[in-house]
């Protein structure tokens, strides 16, 4: 295709405000990372329909190699590549609409690739918390559309006006349920769960309220025997950690497993018996518990111990963003291009394993991409 370049670079600045802080010579850089050894021409395109059937499976995204190499280096995944590969000439030919792909996709110029928009809000969630948000708040959020990555102090700046709603909520509904109460907050890797929690712990604190914690990891199983299974009863002391929530609420002091993140071992064994040589943690009683990690507290058992189930949600692109900076330029975490698949593969499945399942079943959920606070309606009717 003739001025393939410049002319997906044309189709391309309406999906991404950054894309417009470059100049054609660096796109093109970058998209020759991408081109097919044949050419653009060489590329078969999929109808849009297939493409969406695609995305909505999990067969899609299980078959994402994290790890594929080439020369012992990580590469890109063949699914992600082709699907990149489709849009990209799809944009060129008119064969996609931009319209249809930013319906379906966003674009990450770091990663210079679409990854697919995850439906957090399904209808059984907005059912859930009466149809419409308890609170709305201008979205913030959106002056970071432009930015490759965010740090924390625009993270921050963006979300003050959810975050101190929010804080403000659970204060309330505190107050009015009275203590102890426990307390969990989950949400996807990078939404911002660690730097709301202890804005919380800060607040009660003020307050006069002790408080403690209670981490989930440790009450999981010998990493050997979890295999792939996702987090539940099946790769945790799950009895144990009921028992624990239900002897809190009571107001009495826990001993809890401790576990080895080094080793990735627990310090008890399978029938919840403490291994020679380990030791437990103590856990004493507290006005407000809050629970750290995102067990699926969907699960019956647990959701009716829980006096406060919150899910705390930043939109994929955002987190994307966040992760880059933390993740790969500060931490050295991980090598870009595992990161890369990682994320893609990811995102998906674990909305489908998890967070939908936990968005329909808490009690608040503050979108803060959105800037909106949902409340249950029964939460609403406390709140009056």
């Known amino acids: 295709m003739d001025n393939f370049d410049s002319r997906l670079f044309d189709f391309m600045k309406p999906l991404n405000q950054g894309l417009e802080d470059l100049e054609l010579y660096e796109f093109s850089y970058a998209l020759k990372n991408l081109q097919p050894a044949e050419g653009w021409d060489s590329v078969q395109l999929d109808a849009p329909t297939q493409i969406e059937e695609q995305l909505s499976s999990r067969e899609f995204y299980e078959r994402i190699q994290t790890k594929k190499k080439v020369n012992d280096r990580v590469t890109l995944d063949d699914t992600i590549l082709r699907l990149n590969r489709m849009l990209f000439t799809g944009l060129v030919s008119g064969r996609y609409s931009v319209d249809w792909v930013d319906e379906h996709f966003y674009f990450d110029i770091r990663a210079f690739l679409f990854f697919h928009r995850t439906r957090y809000f399904t209808p059984e969630v907005i059912s859930h918390f009466g149809s419409a948000a308890y609170q709305q708040f ?63 712990f800060n607040t009660f604190a003020a307050l006069g309220k002790k408080i403690t914690t209670l981490e989930m990891d440790n009450f999981l199983i010998d990493r050997d025997l979890r295999g792939e299974q996702p987090i539940g009863k099946a790769t945790s002391h799950f009895d144990l950690f009921k028992e624990s929530l239900q002897e809190l609420r009571q107001g009495n002091k826990v001993f809890i497993p401790r576990y080895d993140f080094i080793n990735a071992t627990s310090s008890h064994d399978l029938n919840h018996q403490l291994k020679d040589g380990c030791t437990s943690i103590e856990v004493e009683p507290a006005d407000v518990i809050f629970i750290e990690g995102n067990f699926p507290f969907q699960i019956p058992e647990i959701a009716n111990l829980i006096g406060i189930k919150v899910v705390y949600l930043t939109d994929d692109p955002i987190r994307l963003k966040r992760k880059w900076f933390r993740d790969i330029d500060l ?47 029964q939460i609403a009717g406390e709140l009056k």
């Open 138 to 200: 201008k979205a913030d959020q959106q002056k970071l559309e432009r930015k490759q990555e965010i740090g924390f102090r625009d993270f921050r700046n963006a979300n003050i006006a959810v975050d101190e709603a929010f804080i403000q909520t659970v204060v309330k509904l505190v107050e009015a349920r009275g203590t102890p109460v426990l307390l969990t907050l989950a949400g996807p890797t990078a939404a911002g769960k660690t730097e709301i929690m202890a804005r919380l």
């Open 331 to 377: 931490r050295k975490k991980y090598d870009p291009m595992f990161f890369v698949n990682r994320y893609f593969k990811t995102q998906f499945l674990r909305a489908d394993d998890c967070y939908a399942l936990q968005m329909a079943c808490c009690d608040i959920l503050v979108d803060t991409t959105g800037a909106a606070l949902w409340v249950t309606p």
